[in-house]
């Protein structure tokens, strides 16, 4: 069974930081890899999707990382904002379904 | 613009009545899927659909049933079976090859 894993479960930095955010994963036979941003009270939002077949993908002053062969993959943020403040998921695709992270809370501090 | 309703927000019920959650998509997309969401607690999928008229459990089932018979639609009941239906509850839809795609969440309270 699948299972997803998120290090630091918190994290709060002052703005202007670069930070990496860290998933896990126990299962490497996966199709894409996502990395969703959390507003409190709100839905999902998709910030970036790696197919399996992909090592990374970048928006803006998002990147992020994928080592299947490790289990892993890397949410990097460039000079932090306030507005970056939120929960961030990663979330795995295996056969027919996703398996969600518990999340990262990112504060940043003005 | 294209996008995923859920609604309504936030919805209160008593104990031991049934209570159906709307989700509707415009995106076209095959999948969609339920999750809940509780505090300190990652995403636990529901339910799910790949196709019209077709369905399968997902992880906590149990207390809850849907229906696909609107490419558009996939509605999700919380019946009086399920012990702890106090969640927020999230809806997706996905097309091939992209992103998931969700709904702002109904926060479904009962007391």
Not at chain 1, 48 to 62: A, D, K, N, P, V
């Amino acid at each position: 069974k699948q299972e997803v894993t998120q290090i630091p479960a918190a994290l709060s930095v002052p703005e202007g930081e670069n930070l990496v955010l860290n998933c896990s994963f126990t299962d490497s036979a996966i199709y894409n890899l996502q990395w969703f941003r959390q507003d409190p009270g709100k839905g999902l939002t998709s910030l970036l999707l790696i197919q399996s077949s992909q090592r990374e993908q970048t928006s803006g002053r998002l990147n992020a990382s994928l080592d299947k062969s490790s289990g892993r993959s890397t949410l990097y943020i460039a000079a932090s904002q306030p507005g970056d403040s939120a929960t961030y998921l990663c979330a795995v695709t295996g056969f027919q379904k996703l398996v969600f992270g518990t999340g990262t809370r990112l504060l940043v501090s003005p | 613009d294209g996008g995923i309703t859920q609604s309504p927000k936030y919805l209160f019920r008593k104990e031991g009545q049934n209570v159906t959650l709307s989700c509707e998509q415009n995106l076209n997309h095959d999948a969609m899927y339920w999750y809940r969401q509780d505090p300190g607690q990652g995403l636990r999928l529901i339910y799910y659909s790949q196709i019209v008229n077709d369905f399968q459990k997902g992880d906590i089932a149990e207390g809850y049933s849907v229906s696909r018979e609107k490419k558009e639609s996939f509605p999700l009941t919380v019946t009086s079976a399920q012990k702890n239906p106090t969640a927020f509850y999230l809806c997706a839809s996905q097309g091939a090859n992209s992103p998931l795609h969700f709904g702002n969440g109904t926060r479904l309270t009962v007391t």
